[in-house]
């Protein structure tokens, strides 16, 4: 069997799991393929390569990272099948085990990839016809050992308006559930000259809001000799010129200082949103996680920051059935989230990661009550959605045009700063809006979490404040 390339050229499928990080990681990748004259096609196209971007953060991520892989490893038998991300470093013999599988890399070392995915298709060439028999490249290492921050090319997709920069990888808080720390090593932070660089090579792509991200993504700058931290790095960058706004990813509570919020209270450029995890309401479930807060100090965080920011939109990460999390320690939890109006909640299932400290303790909960616990405080995370949104009636935000609306025609649809996605009709004429920044008033509740709204043409607001127009 020869491996060659289609005519039109050699062509790339990826498919992402996880997080946020994965998908800006995935887009880098992307990028790397196409200066290496790859064609980027569809997951479910014919390709001459198929990269699978992996989670493992719970067990069901596994399952479903095996799932993709081998739906890669049957889309065409001549293709070669390279595997990366956290599942792959923490299992690399389970991922080489799987039969289709040519690569494997981790959550390092991956501006190698083409080059191994070239030999790996010079090795099929001239190997056995068998893909199972073919030889397998294994290039996961150690995330200990030297670590650095690996830069990836900036991705280059100008159909988006905004665009995730990884400032920030690795994590040494070691909670008691998360396998994380083990998947992406120790922090490791991107200098702060090659952000602010990064920032303007995708704000002269024509992108108009920067979402900055990470694994541990407020533990920014600890790493690095200068000392500087996030606050500094967004004091820094909400100077640069042009018309755009930062937003920052999930920033864990015990690391949001007054400097923070001040920094984000003071700047335009800063949207009003934090995405602050909880994981639990109870304080003794919070001690056997190895959080280190209570939900009394994660309330005053929470008042603090609205008070210093106005219209903040707060959303954050719930776990339900840690180990031992009895009824009463869950209802603890659901009144305290309901007490506060949180934008939007992530709910997700505990689920145990072997080498973490939970996946030994006693009392695992039942799936069935898992279930249940998830379902409830999934529909308050749909009440509290409700009615942040609905709170906002009246008043004119500015929106970042993204794209027309699907299946509404003659509507445009964008997120304002503080995370409300408003659906609004098209302006006299229906000029092309993708990219702007435009005042819109938000005149009613739309479908789920969603508000509609009017452009208003008449006056100006800038990209951060709201005026209220209705009484």
């Known amino acids: 069997m020869i491996w060659v390339a289609s005519e039109k050229g050699k062509k790339a499928a990826f498919y992402t799991l996880g997080c946020k990080v994965n998908q800006q990681e995935t887009a880098a990748l992307q990028e790397v393929f196409r200066q290496h004259g790859y064609e980027i096609v569809g997951f479910k196209n014919p ?4 990269i699978v971007n992996t989670c493992t953060v719970t067990h069901l991520a596994d399952r479903k990272s095996r799932q993709i892989i081998r739906r890669a490893a049957g889309r065409n038998p001549d293709a070669v099948v390279a595997v990366v991300g956290c599942y792959a470093q923490i299992n690399p013999k389970e991922v080489l085990s799987i039969p289709g599988v040519d690569v494997v890399v981790g959550t390092q070392d991956r501006g190698m990839l083409v080059r191994l995915v070239e030999e790996a298709a010079r090795q099929k060439a001239t190997g056995s016809a068998s893909p199972e028999a073919s030889p397998k ?6 995330i200990q050992e030297k670590p650095v921050f690996e830069e990836l090319p900036i991705p280059d997709n100008r159909s988006r308006t905004r665009a995730f920069l990884k400032i920030q990888d690795g994590c040494d808080q070691y909670c008691a559930y998360c396998i994380i720390p083990y998947a992406r090593g120790p922090l490791r932070s991107l200098r702060p000259e090659m952000v602010r660089e990064r920032i303007e090579q995708l704000l002269d792509a024509g992108y108009r809001e920067i979402v900055l991200t990470g694994i ?10 200068d000392g500087i931290d996030l606050a500094g790095l967004l004091r820094m960058l909400s100077g640069l010129p042009g018309e ?3 937003r920052l990813s999930s920033v864990e509570p015990a690391d949001i200082s007054e400097e923070l919020l ?3 209270a003071s700047s335009e450029r800063i949207c009003r949103h934090l995405h602050i995890p909880l994981q639990s309401g109870d304080d003794e479930i919070l001690k056997r996680m190895r959080r280190p807060y ?17 219209g903040l939109a707060v959303t954050t990460d719930v776990m339900v059935g840690f180990p031992g999390e ?4 869950f209802e603890n939890s659901y009144r305290f989230i309901s007490s506060l109006p949180f934008r939007d909640l992530h709910v997700f299932k505990y689920s145990p990661r072997p080498g973490t ?3 030994a303790l006693p009392d695992q909960v039942a799936p069935a009550i898992k279930d249940r616990r998830s379902a409830r405080l999934i529909r308050l995370a749909d009440e509290l959605s409700r009615r942040f949104a609905k709170g906002f009636t009246g008043q004119v935000l500015t929106v970042l045009v993204e794209r027309r609306a699907p299946g509404k025609q003659g509507y445009w649809e964008g997120l304002t700063d503080n995370y409300l996605r408003v659906l609004f009709p098209a302006p006299q004429g229906d000029p092309g809006l993708r990219g702007t920044f435009l005042p819109v008033l938000l005149t009613e509740p739309g479908e789920g979490d969603t508000l509609l709204g009017e452009p208003v043409v008449s006056f100006l607001v800038d990209s951060r404040h709201s005026k209220s127009v209705i009484k």
């Open 47 to 50: 390709a001459d390569v198929y």
């Open 137 to 142: 490249i294994n290039a996961v290492r150690s």
């Open 216 to 225: 541990h993504t407020s533990a920014y700058g600890r790493d690095l000799p």
């Open 244 to 246: 755009f706004r930062l």
């Open 262 to 264: 001040e920094v984000m």
């Open 294 to 310: 209570t939900t009394e100090e994660y309330r005053a965080l929470f008042e603090t920051a609205c008070s210093k920011i106005s």
């Open 326 to 329: 009895s009824e009463e320690e």
């Open 357 to 359: 400290v939970a996946a």
